[in-house]
């Protein structure tokens, strides 16, 4: 073989060899589940007027590969020092979960508050923990998931 044409064989089988290999990471990496993630969480409060009850609302885009089985919210001042953990997440609230696709829900939680209950609320800083679970019973605990300021 020729000088020129070891060196074209050789950069072909590099060549071949990478493309390989891209391929393989591409498959590894479309079939290799992934954890359950919390995003784009928001909260928001309205207090309560003469005329009507007040509202705490939470949602949260969230997707696991398995598909979301369910999400647990639970909201509580910081003023409290309640540092609540994934086991005690259980016992929280369900949000509802609309499915967006096989892997992705979006999640909403909404607690109406009479003028009676706003009144005994701490006002300041609350935080918002989630308690993720997946379908395949994959879980995330996002201990602060958001925050929101109370204050009326």
């Not at 409060?45 to 007040?54: E, H, I, K, R, V």
């Not at 999640?107 to 003028?115: E, K, M, N, P, V």
């Not at 997946?134 to 925050?147: L, N």
Request: proline share 5%; glycine share 6%.
């Amino acid at each position: 073989m020729s000088r020129m044409s070891k060196r074209v064989v050789l950069t072909s089988l590099v060549g071949t060899a990478a493309v390989a290999g891209v391929a393989v990471a591409g498959i590894a990496s479309a079939t290799a589940p992934s954890a359950p993630t919390v995003d784009n969480a928001s909260a928001r409060f309205l207090p309560p007027s003469a005329d009507t009850g007040g509202t705490f609302a939470f949602a949260a885009d969230v997707a696991d590969d398995s598909g979301v089985k369910s999400l647990k919210v639970l909201a509580w001042p910081n003023s409290s020092d309640l540092k609540p953990t994934a086991e005690e997440m259980e016992h929280a609230e369900n949000a509802v979960c609309e499915r967006v696709d096989d892997e992705k829900s979006t999640c909403a939680y909404t607690l109406r508050i009479s003028g009676q209950e706003a009144q005994g609320m701490r006002k300041g800083d609350w935080t918002i923990s989630v308690l993720l679970t997946a379908r395949d019973g994959e879980k995330k605990f996002v201990p602060e998931a958001t925050t929101i300021n109370i204050d009326f």
